[in-house]
């Protein structure tokens, strides 16, 4: 009886090392994994809007900068955004 609970600590034991070392790999996976699973919901979205993904192309393909302009113009709308979004929220909290 007294070597079937020790037989039994020694698995216990080897369970828990086996889990940290299971934990610790998932650890080093979070990131990749995170960044893999956003690439898969973007590739998702655009997957369900063809005729959005065809708007940009054309639009790309019209534009006389070229894509350096447009990633400008993007990036500045996308800062006014911000910059309303955050205003408005502000304007909304002393209401």
Do not use: N
Not at 32 to 59: E, Q
């Amino acid at each position: 009886m007294f070597a079937l609970m020790q037989h039994r600590s020694e698995l216990l034991a080897r369970i828990a090392a086996q889990r940290k070392q299971a934990a610790e790999i998932g650890s080093h996976l979070q990131t990749p994994l995170a960044l893999a699973d956003k690439a898969l919901a973007v590739a998702r979205f655009l997957r369900s809007k063809p005729m959005l993904v065809a708007g940009v192309v054309a639009f790309i393909m019209i534009r006389r900068r070229g894509v350096v302009g447009l990633v400008k113009g993007a990036w500045r709308l996308w800062k006014g955004y911000c910059q309303f979004a955050a205003f408005s929220a502000k304007l909304s909290s002393r209401v």
